[in-house]
């Protein structure tokens, strides 16, 4: 396969400006690889109607005691399962105190997103979307790397590219202690509503075939059910990734 360092160019101008910023203006090679972004917008959006589901789960519960000393237990109330500025913490399509609607595709996908910790409770929401929305399909269609895509340079190659870059973006993992990796995948989401969008779709690190939904306005869905759940297994497969040694 061909290596078009032309497009990998582009891209990495474009990330390392926006990661390690020296001015307010980026480069002609970065401004490039926006620009093949947003021409290739139409073809990445994806409609949502009112009334399809998505999940959300947070990490503990509410817990009210009566006055004859019974205790019960609760899932976080419909205004908790919402972000608050306050609260919002640097995530992959939003610095901190930008609150920014963030569910799954299902609730394994959301609670599994949390990372948790074995008997963790959990409070789970089903979210309805209340109105027609654009969103920006964020992932990955087709195998391979965008580095290798072939060699030419016309419009539709760079718009192709360019999408392919930011798909992996938001679809690579980030460490604790490594948040400003954030700012690409957050600069591309800031563009990408200015072009209309009212969120983001990702790939889910953390399930197979689970989607993340990175929603700008916090009206975008409500809350159409409240579920508690609890951690009951934990589970990870290894496989060899490299060629072992004998010492």
Do not use: M, N, Q, R
């Given at each position: 396969m061909n290596i078009n360092l032309t497009q990998l160019t582009r891209y990495n101008r474009f990330r390392n400006e926006i990661i390690y910023p020296e001015s307010r203006a980026l480069s002609q090679e970065a401004e490039e690889f926006l620009s093949a972004l947003h021409s290739?917008?139409?073809h990445r959006a994806v409609a949502l109607k009112p009334g399809e589901r998505f999940w959300r789960a947070q990490i503990g519960n509410d817990v009210v005691e009566t006055e004859d000393g019974r205790i019960n237990v609760y899932a976080f109330r419909p205004e908790r399962m919402k972000p608050s500025a306050q609260f919002a913490k640097v995530n992959r399509a939003s610095p901190a105190g930008v609150p920014i609607l963030y569910l799954a595709t299902d609730a394994e996908t959301a609670m599994s997103e949390l990372r948790p910790w074995f008997g963790v409770d959990f409070s789970v929401a089903e979210f309805k979307v209340t109105k027609p929305l654009r969103i920006a399909n964020?992932?990955?269609?087709?195998?391979?790397?965008?580095?290798y895509m072939g060699g030419d340079d016309t419009p539709d190659y760079r718009?192709?590219?360019?999408w392919g870059f930011a798909s992996d973006a938001f679809s690579r993992p980030v460490q604790s202690g490594e948040e400003q990796q954030y700012r690409v995948t957050q600069f591309i989401a800031e563009s990408l509503n200015g072009q209309g969008f009212d969120g983001i779709m990702y790939k889910s690190l953390c399930t197979s075939g689970g989607r993340n939904l990175a929603l700008f306005d916090l009206g975008s869905a409500d809350v159409c059910s409240l579920h508690l759940f609890r951690v009951k297994s934990l589970r990870h497969e290894f496989e060899p990734s490299g060629e072992s040694e004998i010492i």
């Open positions: 290739g917008a139409d964020c992932v990955k269609t087709g195998g391979g790397f965008p580095l718009s192709e590219a360019a």
